[in-house]
């Protein structure tokens, strides 16, 4: 295991934290920064990899070879376990939502996987809703054999062990604990770490990249039924739904990516930088407070025309 150790230790937890002075299409009372997750690793970045980084190491404790998870066929997750097959030594199996997939081209994603030696298993819909199934998990294991199996979307107490090390590494570079941090939500498993790791002196914020009622916390895997007086997950910048997006969208990605020359992506880290921007523009936070964003990464899914 420590070669795996030292592997992973090269590459999960650092990445930089930029300061970005004037960011937004106007000027806003607050000082933004940018924990660059995206530049984690070359093939796949940002917090799929934190998420897998003790799981790794467990199905390596357990000499388990093979990786198994589950996915829609645009998953960041997917992409990111294929990529961690490849690079750590694991074979990987991926489980598809949609079985109508089998006979068509596969989209770059999943060619992507593909490529990096995954197994791909397109399944019906129904029996994909039983991916936490049990006896389905068993039947699994008896048709691959001994798989170490990670959820879809990948969050587990593992993951939130993994992603929970963003706050210490962000009070290290910045030298103080931020005002503010703020992550798009999917899964909750990135806001989970952050919430198990930020002293209740900094604001946690969740925005949801995925249209759920407000105050719906138990859509989100790992958080807290009653979330702690610190934090908050805002549901109204998800632009119409998961991987949904608008002209106005569009239009403040293309301004914030020629302004800083930093790509982001529709589904999740585009909406982040949105809210906080109407956020801030609306009095939220206090003046000149120091606000750190997470690029979660997922940049193989960006389509911005």
Request: aromatic share 10%.
């Amino acid at each position: 295991m420590s070669d795996l150790v030292a592997h992973l230790a090269q590459i999960v937890g650092h990445s930089p934290l930029e300061f970005l002075p004037n960011p937004f299409p106007e000027p806003v009372p607050i000082r933004l920064y940018l924990k660059r997750d995206d530049l984690l690793h070359p093939l796949v970045s940002g917090n799929k990899w934190r998420k897998l980084k003790y799981n790794l190491l467990e199905a390596d404790r357990l000499g388990i070879k093979t990786l198994l998870t589950f996915g829609g066929a645009y998953s960041n997750h997917l992409y990111a376990t294929a990529a961690a097959g490849r690079v750590f030594g694991f074979n990987t199996i991926g489980i598809v939502r949609g079985d109508e997939l089998a006979n068509k081209p596969l989209n770059a994603t999943l060619s992507f996987c593909r490529g990096q030696g995954m197994t791909l298993q397109f399944t019906d819909r129904a029996t994909y809703l039983r991916a936490t199934d049990p006896a389905y998990l068993s039947d699994l294991q008896v048709r691959y054999g001994h798989c170490y199996i990670l959820p879809e979307g990948g969050t587990n107490p593992l993951a939130i062990q993994g992603t929970a090390e963003l706050m210490p590494e962000l009070n290290a570079q910045l030298g103080m604990w931020p005002t503010a941090v703020a992550c798009a939500v999917g899964t909750g498993g990135t806001l989970a770490g952050l919430i198990g790791s930020a002293p209740s002196s900094v604001q946690v914020l969740g925005i949801s990249a995925v249209k759920v009622p407000p105050g719906s916390n138990a859509h989100f895997d790992g958080l807290p039924a009653v979330l702690p007086s610190n934090v908050a997950v805002l549901t109204d910048y998800h632009y119409g739904g998961y991987a949904r997006t608008t002209p106005e969208l569009l239009d403040f990605i293309r301004a914030f990516e020629q302004k800083n020359g930093i790509l982001l992506e529709q589904v999740y880290t585009g909406k982040l930088l949105f809210a906080l921007y109407d956020l801030a523009r609306k009095g939220y936070f206090p003046d000149q407070a120091t606000v750190v964003a997470i690029h979660t990464g997922g940049l193989q899914g960006r389509q911005i025309p």
